[in-house]
């Protein structure tokens, strides 16, 4: 069996006509099967929870929630 991704924006007048195509040449056939997927880009890349904990810090950014360093002890300021 070979499988065959094959990527369409379904915006566009050849996208559609592709589209309609394909459901009209497969049909009901039983060797050939179209599996729409979701778009692959709409996926993230990133852990769910690094992307949370990311927002959450740029939100304490707004609010000017910051942790000031003293640059001449910097190790004992993040202590």
């Known amino acids: ?3 065959i991704t ?4 379904e915006r566009s007048k050849k996208g559609k006509a592709f ?3 394909a459901k009209t040449f497969i049909g009901n056939d039983k060797d050939i099967s179209f599996i729409e997927s979701e778009d692959v880009e ?9 992307v949370a904990e990311i927002l959450e ?3 304490n ?3 000017k929630n910051l942790t000031r360093l003293n640059t ?3 190790w004992g300021s993040i202590l």
């Open 1 to 3: 069996m070979t499988t």
């Open 6 to 9: 094959i990527k369409i924006n």
């Open 19 to 21: 589209l309609e195509f």
């Open 42 to 50: 709409d996926k993230s890349p990133y852990n769910p929870e690094f």
């Open 57 to 59: 810090r740029s939100k």
């Open 61 to 63: 950014l707004d609010k």
């Open 72 to 74: 001449d002890d910097i």
